[in-house]
C-alpha cells in the first residue's frame, strides 16, 4: 500500500530564512504523481504543485522550488526567503496508478506546521 | 464558477445524534470524494464515489454512510454521532479522461468543522 511520510511535524523559522520541507513516499506503481498542498490559518487548502513520476526535474516558482528524487522517493518543498505569510501547514501527498482503481484517491502525509517569525 | 460547496461549514452534535453533510460541485467531475482531517493524521479518505450511482469505501469508513443519487451531489451520513468522529471533513471532486486512470482537476471544498459533544 502507498505511504507519505512528512517526518518534519513543526519547522519554526525567522522571516527571510531558507526552509525545506521533507516528504518521503512509498508506492509499488511505477507511474504516480505527487502533490504539494498549502493549509494557511484559514483551513482551505490551496495546490501547490503535481508533478507526475516520469518527470523528475526540479521546479521553481517565485520562492518556492521542488526537488523530486525518485532515487530516493522523495519530494522535498523549499521555500526561499520565507515570509510570514508563508506560515501554514503543508501536506505532501500522492496519487498512484494508471488504470485499474485509482480514480484518483489521495494519501497524504501527516503534515507539517510552518511557523515564520517576524 | 463555485467549485465545490460544502454545508454546513460547522456544526455540533451530541453524541448519538444523526446528520447529513452535502457536497456540490459545478464542473461535471465524475470522481467525487470525502476527507476527514485530523490533528497529526493529514487526511483521510472515507468513501469516494466514481459516478453517479456508486459509491466505495476509502480507508476510513466506519461509522459513516455516503450517496450519490445525482452527478453533482455527494452526501456524507452519520447516523449515531460519537466523539471519535469530531474532525475537519473535506470534500473534493476531479474527472479523469480514461477510465480508471489518473485524475485531473482534484479541487477541494472550504471544509466543515464537525464537533461531536
Known amino acids: 500500500a502507498q505511504k507519505v511520510t512528512q517526518a518534519q511535524t513543526e519547522i519554526s523559522v525567522v522571516e527571510k530564512e531558507d526552509v525545506t520541507l521533507d516528504c518521503v513516499y512509498e508506492t509499488r506503481d511505477t507511474t504516480y504523481y505527487l502533490f504539494w498542498y498549502k493549509q494557511p490559518p484559514s483551513g482551505e487548502l490551496v495546490f501547490l504543485i503535481r508533478r507526475n513520476s516520469f518527470d523528475e526535474q526540479n521546479e521553481i516558482s517565485g520562492r518556492y522550488s521542488w526537488n523530486f528524487q525518485k532515487s530516493t522517493s522523495s519530494f522535498n518543498f523549499t521555500i526561499t526567503a520565507s515570509q510570514v505569510v508563508d506560515s501554514a501547514v503543508y501536506f505532501c501527498a500522492l496519487s498512484e496508478g494508471a488504470g485499474g482503481t485509482s480514480y484518483g484517491k489521495l494519501t497524504f502525509g501527516q503534515g507539517t506546521i510552518l511557523t515564520v517569525h517576524p | 464558477n463555485a467549485g465545490v460547496t460544502q454545508t454546513p461549514k460547522f456544526r455540533v452534535l451530541k453524541t448519538g445524534q444523526s446528520m447529513t453533510l452535502l457536497c456540490a460541485q459545478d464542473?461535471?467531475?465524475?470522481?467525487m470524494y470525502w476527507y476527514r482531517q485530523d490533528p497529526g493524521m493529514g487526511l483521510r479518505l472515507i468513501h469516494y464515489s466514481v459516478g453517479e450511482g456508486t459509491t466505495a469505501k476509502g480507508e476510513v469508513p466506519d461509522g459513516y454512510n455516503v450517496s450519490r443519487l445525482k452527478k453533482q451531489n455527494f452526501l456524507l451520513g452519520l447516523e449515531s454521532a460519537a466523539p471519535s468522529q469530531t474532525s475537519v471533513y473535506f470534500c473534493?471532486?476531479?474527472?479523469?479522461?480514461?477510465?480508471?486512470?489518473?485524475?485531473?482537476?482534484?479541487?477541494f471544498g472550504s471544509g466543515t468543522r464537525l464537533t461531536v459533544v
Open positions: 473534493a471532486s476531479s474527472y479523469s479522461p480514461g477510465q480508471g486512470s489518473f485524475a485531473y482537476g482534484y479541487t
Open positions: 464542473m461535471n467531475h465524475e470522481y
